[in-house]
């Protein structure tokens, strides 16, 4: 294929896309106006459904609970290159498009997400395009990106409707990725400099803990003595936290931070259960091995201290991102080309500024690609993040998508397959799998007061009991 059919079908793809673009951006305001928080995404699931199907594709569903998959086939053989939209939205009851029942609410941009796939799929779908293409492409639709309603998921967990509590990380297990080659998608931000785009960066890891103080019940005026307080060893480890942040490296990117999501049942007991539920970030899961042993040492402390019981539970989390020059190169090249010269900021691989993904742990197995298209007001997670501009959010990532899918696999998949030449993965998935269920761990510490003996800690597998 030469250099002028290849701008030819680039063409013709960037006129799909805008023929479409109120039915694009309709549909990212639809999903904005039903959020649904993760591995609960089924009215969204329902909605994107039918939009791929009046596509013509045939969709796969019920990966990972609400998850999705199409596959559109290229003219040839060859390698198949992702595009990924997420479903879920976050807790944020402040936010002007939150759920009334459920404060879930698009906080994050994941609605801006779908319009954009929808876009690709139905550009690369004109069929003088879909010939061209030697390879195929996968659109693959995730639930629960954010990592939030630990307890929630950790019942589907033990019901075994899931064994990993993200979406991503649940779908490389069941194989949904073992057929794509490469991945990409396009994330909304509203901190990221004055272009259109940015590309390359990292972001951190983390795990997370679920901290169960178990004290003893007393009425609170009349006999506070009798009882064992797991409150206040609960916001003791949290004070021995903060006595750790001076040990943390800059360099290391660290966040310690959580949350009390049960501190007691009545404000006249003693509360004897309480939960905590903990996240630490870092920028490699090699420093979060450290600082995490340091947390747990905080744990026990509160426990110590007041005398309760505390079992602490690890839960598998992100890995960082490792985002792919080639690709990266490819789709600066099209953003510069169809937006403009100016349109696109490359940013160092190594930075971050502390928030994860679990594309990280898809750059685990493949090479992959995750811009940020700058759009949005407001801070990312917060009361006030706003899509402002839904052509920048939505169209500008199809077109610039949609292109660089082209580029790759156009021209016998030249591109596609000089990437994957120079590409050697972390790990595969099977070993990325067995590594996640390592770090399932439960761990009981029994302090003398609350057993009238030494102080103890047990640690258990994930699945079995602790003694």
């Known amino acids: 294929m030469t250099n002028a059919e290849n701008t030819e079908l680039i063409a ?3 006129r799909s896309v805008d023929g479409a673009s109120r039915r694009l951006i309709s549909a990212a305001k639809t999903v904005y106006g039903t959020p649904e928080t993760g591995f609960n995404e089924h009215k969204t699931a329902q909605y994107v459904l039918e939009q791929l199907s009046a596509i013509g594709l045939a969709v796969e569903t019920g990966i990972a609970r609400t998850g999705m998959k199409a596959i559109l086939r290229g003219g040839s053989a060859g390698p198949t290159v992702a595009v990924i939209a997420e479903l879920d939205a976050l807790r944020v009851p402040g936010h002007p498009g939150a759920n009334a029942d459920t404060g879930a609410a698009h906080a994050c941009g994941h609605h801006a997400q779908i319009g954009s796939l929808l876009g690709v799929a139905m550009a690369l779908n004109t069929p003088e395009i879909k010939k061209a293409l030697s390879g195929n492409v996968a659109f693959i639709i995730t639930p ?22 993200s979406g991503k990380q649940e779908m490389i297990r069941l194989g949904t990725f073992d057929d794509v080659d490469m991945a990409m998608m396009v994330h909304t ?31 609170a005026g009349g006999a506070p003595d009798q009882g064992i307080n797991a409150l206040q060893a609960a916001m ?15 360099a290391d990117v660290v966040r310690v931070h959580g949350i009390i999501s049960s501190g007691g049942t009545s404000v006249n007991a003693i509360p004897s259960e309480v939960l905590y539920e903990g996240r630490v970030r870092a920028r490699t899961v090699e420093a979060i091995a450290k600082i995490s042993e340091q947390v747990v040492r905080c ?28 690709m990266q190169e490819v789709f600066v090249q099209n953003a510069e080309r169809i937006i403009g010269q100016d349109s696109i900021s490359a940013v160092p691989g190594d930075r971050t500024a502390g928030g994860s993904t679990d594309m990280g742990d898809l750059s685990m197995i493949m090479p992959l690609i995750h811009p940020y298209v700058n759009a949005a007001s407001g801070v990312g997670h917060g009361h006030d993040y706003l899509i402002e501009d839904y052509d920048r959010a939505v169209i500008a990532p199809a077109k610039v998508m949609a292109a660089t899918i082209i580029d790759l696999l156009s021209d016998g998949a030249q591109t596609a397959r000089a990437a994957l030449d120079g590409y050697i993965p972390p790990m595969t998935a099977d070993q990325y799998v067995a590594a996640q269920r390592e770090q399932f761990t439960t761990e009981i510490y029994e302090p003398q007061q609350a057993r009238g003996n030494k102080a103890t800690a047990r640690t258990a597998g ?3 009991e602790a003694g």
């Open 12 to 14: 013709l793809a960037l």
């Open 189 to 219: 931000s509203a901190t990221n400099g004055e272009s259109t785009f940015n590309i390359g960066g990292t972001s951190t890891a983390h795990v997370s803990h679920q901290v169960r103080y178990i004290g003893k019940s007393a009425h």
């Open 462 to 464: 994930d699945g079995e």
């Open 236 to 250: 003791l480890a949290n004070l021995a936290i903060n006595t750790q942040r001076e040990t943390f490296r800059e």
């Open 299 to 326: 744990y026990r402390a509160g426990a110590l201290a007041l005398g309760t019981a505390v079992e602490v539970q690890t839960i598998a989390g992100y890995h960082p991102l490792q985002q792919n020059l080639a």
């Open 144 to 165: 629960a990106e954010e990592f939030i309603d630990i307890g929630e998921r950790l019942d589907l967990r033990a019901s075994g409707a899931v064994e990993f509590l």
